[in-house]
């Protein structure tokens, strides 16, 4: 049954992804099967094996909340990392471009991206390497400073790729960069209440912020075209109120992870915290 629900855990996190993203940009690139049910596909395969490999008790509204959030965020993390490094395709399209760039300029040479890619991944093992000696070395950290570690890194890690992007297009806003590691730090806290794993308190932190974050641009400035569309006409008039059908199941899915956070609260709960 814990099988079950992770799956359930994992489709319903990759839904949320799929929705914000097909609703900011289908009026400009249209909308397709294949791209809206990437993300579930990637969700429904990745919270069984989260789940498989921490042996997370889906019984528990803690776990639901705890599982939905590190799916979200290796979701985010595979996608991302496919569409910078490894997707060929044409960047003309976008104001901002999607994959790897300098100053605004995208990488021509597949061979210089991929290894910009390796040191990528390197950098995300060394990440996970640190976590890991929190987790299970001999460190004398007080609890609080470890907490705020792993909260908060995986904010910067988001902070410092979207100034890469963004900052030569758009420029630097100090609120924009300062913003990701902040929402992280609270919903890193927040995981630590319900787990003492400290690699959940880093997927938590990154994989909320980038689903509040994301709902706070998509649907609060619903008329307002995202960066890497920001010069882009609308292609797809049609898919302005199209779109509109997918937002009760967007905004069921939040109801489910807000009224489980609440529960989970409510019930004893063991974490770090």
Known sequence: MDLLFAIITG???GTHTSTWGMYKDSPHEGFTNRQYFRSIIIGGLAAP????LSKLDMSQPAGFWILFGATYAIERLILEYYKTFLREQDQSKYTIPMQFAVFGKVVKSRAARLLVGFGYAVGIVLV?????????????LPNWLAIFLAASIGGWISAFGGAWKDAPIEGFETFK???SPSFALFFGVLAAFFTTNYFFITLCGIGYTVATIETY????FPNKPRGKFAEVPIHFPEMLKKRQRYVPLYIAIWLVVIVTLIMAFIQPHAGLI
Do not use: E, N, P, V
């Not at 996970?128 to 004398?140: E, K, T, V, W």
């Not at 641009?217 to 609060?220: G, I, L, P, V, Y």
């Open 49 to 52: 094996l989260i789940w498989y």
């Open 217 to 220: 641009k998509t649907f609060f």
């Open 11 to 13: 489709i319903l996190a």
């Open 128 to 140: 996970g390497s640190g976590l890991y000696y929190l987790q299970y070395g001999d460190h004398h």
């Open 177 to 179: 960069f300062f913003r």
